[in-house]
Nanobody, 124 residues
């Protein structure tokens, strides 16, 4: 059974940091590009960051460039999202997703496998 399980969300003050993790099982993790997306209440799910299977290429949404870093450890079947300088607008449920085509696309429909999400709350 394929599973993506996010963790690391929580409540943090504006300006603070969080590190999200996504542990994958039931798939050959190293063959997949991985992405992070987020969805705030009343808003559509949006792309945050993506990383190719070999970590050579990463992509970021403009609104997180310079603040967030995506990385992966294929030996641990885990992808991470380090989030620094968090702003109230970053509050959302964060989802990881797996892209079997390995491209690290910014498009939601490219990703067939999704986790259940982890809540990030920012206090101002």
């Amino acid at each position: 059974q394929v599973q993506l399980v996010e963790s690391g969300g929580g409540l943090v003050q504006a300006g603070g940091s969080l590190r999200l993790s996504c542990a994958a099982s039931g798939l050959t993790f190293s063959r997949y590009a991985m992405g992070w997306f987020r969805q705030a209440p009343g808003k559509e799910r949006e792309f945050v960051a993506a990383i190719r299977w070999n970590s050579i290429k990463t992509s970021y949404a403009e609104f997180v460039k310079g603040r967030f870093t995506i990385s992966r450890d294929n030996a641990k079947n885990t992808v991470y999202l380090q989030m620094n300088s968090l702003e109230p607008e970053d509050a959302a449920v964060y989802y990881c997703a797996a892209d079997q085509w390995g491209t690290g696309s910014t498009t939601i429909s490219t990703y067939a496998l999704w986790g259940q999400g982890t809540q990030v709350t920012i206090s101002s």
